[in-house]
């Protein structure tokens, strides 16, 4: 049987359903309109300000001055919604702030005029707003000089930090996996074929080409020979092997040293004792400096038959091609090119490993870690070079 309490906690319930629902049918938007006649402001609030109403709705020109009366008879409820509008208004008038007296509140509610003046008798704080300052040349110039400095000191620890590990090696202390040198080695050599190929190929077929059509209007385009293999054996092959190498390689070092680095492997490998210079940096140091050479010493004899694939096409034999090459290259000419394949090696594997050592614990910092990795070894490659070539200048080579 129903006890008699039910039906009046039902009918209660139902009640105050319908008077909720009842309530936010009526309720109206909140909304601001602005008046003026002759010299005097008026701010007309209505509606329903609250937070988690609907935004409000701003009618009429926004003066430049506080308001000198304000109209709240549409107003019905409101929440701190409405304080912080109207003291947002505040701080935006200039005339506001320099008044030494209180702005006009003619014609608030007493409960809002009461938050009101609380909130403006306490004066903003001057540190509080967000001042963008007028950057300096100079400390702009001082930033970028010190990042340049950090940048080359960074480099020379990491630099001799490889050293000690190769100190290591040469003493028998150094730890890593054979495996991973092997595995490196055939990433940096064989599997690095096809693209070198290519593109020595190609350098050769262009140098052939260019020297062609300069030489045939001299009679002398047997010279296309001595053009493509000098060119190729001391400049040409070495630095566009390594170029690919640094895009190729050296960003691949930065992105899986970077990885490591994201994952915490690396701090892992510090926990187990070993060092992460001797069981990273190491083998692919050592794999890079081995494969180096040999992919040089390979792009210059697949650049050399480029040209002699241009030679043929436009008249020279093959066989007269290859002794006017062999006429042209002497050992130390061909040495060249070998001997800086060993310091382009060095710099590809140095800057790779030494960015994704230092990338940080996110998978955009591995992004730019790899970038940055694959544009300091071109520049290092190209400063080197230039550096090679003014010696061997100075040298008579």
Not at 88 to 115: H, I, M, Q
Not at 271 to 278: A, I, K, R, S, Y
């Amino acid at each position: 049987m129903m006890s008699p309490s039910k039906p009046l906690l039902v009918s209660r319930s139902v009640l105050a359903n319908s008077a909720a629902v009842s309530e936010r049918a009526d309720a109206t938007p909140p909304s601001a309109s602005w008046t003026q006649e002759g010299a005097v402001v008026t701010l007309i609030l209505a509606g329903v300000w609250n937070r988690e109403g609907p935004e409000a709705k701003i009618e009429g020109t926004t003066p430049t001055q506080w308001p000198d009366h304000f109209q709240t008879e549409g107003l019905k409820s409101f929440d701190s919604t409405l304080p912080a509008f109207l003291l947002s208004l505040f701080r935006e008038f200039p005339s506001g702030e320099a008044e030494v007296e209180p702005p006009s509140l003619e014609g608030l509610p007493d409960n809002l005029r009461g938050l009101m003046e609380l909130a403006l008798a306490v004066p903003e704080r001057s540190e509080a707003k967000t001042r963008s300052a007028a950057p300096s040349e100079l400390k702009a110039l001082g930033k970028i000089t010190l990042g340049i400095w950090a940048g080359i000191l960074g480099m020379a620890e990491f630099v001799g930090e490889s050293l000690l590990s190769v100190g290591r090696l040469l003493t028998g202390r150094a730890r890593f996996r054979r495996s991973d040198l092997w595995m490196t080695i055939q990433e940096c050599g064989i599997e690095a074929l096809p693209i070198v190929s290519l593109i020595s190929f190609l350098i050769g077929l262009i140098l052939a080409f260019v020297g062609n059509v300069q030489l045939t209007n001299f009679g002398a385009n047997i010279f296309v020979a001595d053009l493509v293999g000098i060119a190729m054996v001391r400049e040409m092959g070495v630095v566009m092997t390594g170029i690919i190498m640094s895009g190729r390689t050296g960003a691949a070092f930065a992105a899986h040293l970077g990885s490591m680095k994201a994952n915490e492997e690396i701090d892992a490998l510090r926990t187990f004792g070993l060092n992460p210079f001797d069981f990273l940096v190491l083998p692919r140091l050592l794999a890079l400096l081995l494969m180096m050479p040999v992919l040089t010493v390979y792009a210059n004899i697949i650049g050399i038959l480029g040209g002699m694939l241009v030679g043929a096409v436009v008249g020279i034999p093959p066989v007269l091609y290859w002794n006017e090459t062999l006429l042209a290259i002497n050992l130390t000419t061909a040495s060249l090119g070998v001997l800086k394949s060993f310091f382009f090696a060095a710099a590809i594997a140095i800057s790779g490993c030494m960015q994704g050592m230092n990338a940080g614990n996110s998978s955009a910092a591995v992004g730019q870690a790899t970038t940055r990795a694959v544009v300091i070894s071109i520049t290092a490659i190209i400063i080197l070079d230039s550096a090679f070539a003014a010696i061997f200048t100075l040298l008579e080579i």
